[in-house]
């Protein structure tokens, strides 16, 4: 509960916040903008605030996003100040990026398209060229294939829920809570597997966990070697949830045909197994203004009423 009654706030945002969620501020007694002094609160979507000073005036901070990682919680926890984030907000956002991963890498359309860029020549030779190599981008399609997902959160259950849908089989796995608690899915998802188990009968693995102490690396040499050879994986969460160098050892054994991950990395850049993108999971339109929308009302409820939700 912020320590006095005030009725007049200052938020600071430290990234660009959709407008339909500042807006949400009453103009009358909130003063919102990015060079404010001595704010009440701070709103941040990625800027890493771990090594900032924070001023004594901050009551609470809202992340526009689900991880926050990129916050000294436990820290601003001992201040007594509460930290919001938007759990489920953009979940839809990163499912689809995923479904988009997925299909890229079970296709090959990166490597194809990196191949069509090296050609040269009027039309029909350019056809000529690709009908004479594209049997090497020959793919595989979805339904039967296996889905590993491990993180059975918000998105990890909509990934779950497109998977079925496209008539993947999908087994599920999370660290943190028991399967049959996650599920409101088909009785083969809801069976408990060992994360072992799930490493070795997925032919595509996806994780969707928080980056935390016991999950930085939970894909790592060991459990590289746990799966079956070709496997897709996919990386949607936080880069060191994936131990990279351990993917570069995989891809060049064949257990992993392809990684795709959502963050740029040196490491893995330019290599041809791999697609990084520059953390585009929650980055539409609709996942802004959602975080964005939530994150203000938990703000508002915060300082005007001291209510705590979603925190
Ligand atoms: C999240 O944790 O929800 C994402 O990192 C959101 C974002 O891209 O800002």
Redesign the pocket.
């Known amino acids: 509960m912020p320590e006095n009654q005030k009725t007049n706030f200052k938020i600071l945002t430290l990234n660009q916040i959709s407008p339909l969620g500042l807006g949400r501020f009453p103009k009358d007694n909130y003063k919102v903008g990015a060079d404010i002094m001595d704010p009440d609160a701070i709103v941040v979507?990625?800027h890493n605030m771990q090594n900032m000073k924070i001023a004594k005036s901050v009551l609470a901070i809202g992340?526009?996003?689900?991880?926050t990682n990129n916050i000294p919680v436990y820290a601003l926890s001992e201040r007594g100040i509460p930290v919001f984030?938007?759990p489920g907000a953009?979940a839809n956002a990163?499912k689809e990026l995923v479904l988009a991963g997925l299909l890229l890498a079970a296709r090959n359309l990166l490597p194809a398209l990196r191949f069509v860029e090296t050609l040269q020549g009027d039309d029909d030779t350019l056809h000529k060229q690709a009908e004479s190599e594209k049997k090497r981008f020959s793919g595989v399609e979805l339904p039967g294939r296996t889905l590993g997902i491990i993180g059975l959160g918000e998105i990890g259950r909509l990934v779950a829920d497109a998977a079925i849908k496209l008539g993947m089989k999908v087994i599920g796995y999370d660290p943190n809570i028991t399967v049959e608690s996650a599920w409101s899915l088909s009785a083969e998802v809801k069976k408990a597997h060992s994360i072992e188990a799930l490493l070795r009968n997925s032919d595509f693995i996806t994780v969707h966990v928080p980056l935390l102490d016991t999950t930085r690396h939970i894909i790592n040499e060991k459990s590289i070697g746990v799966m079956k050879q070709n496997t897709i994986v996919l990386n949607f969460s936080r880069n060191a949830i994936v131990d990279e160098d351990a993917v570069l050892t995989g891809i060049a054994s064949r257990k992993i045909k392809f990684y795709v991950c959502d963050f740029p990395s040196q490491k893995l850049q330019h290599q041809e197994s791999v697609i990084t993108l520059p953390?585009l999971?929650?980055?539409t339109q609709e996942?802004e203004e959602n975080?964005a929308v939530m994150v203000v009302n938990q703000l508002i409820d915060y300082l005007q009423n001291g209510n705590i939700t979603n925190t």
Do not use: D, I
């Open positions: 979507r990625s992340r526009a996003g689900a991880g984030n938007t953009n990163v953390h999971g929650a980055s996942a975080c």
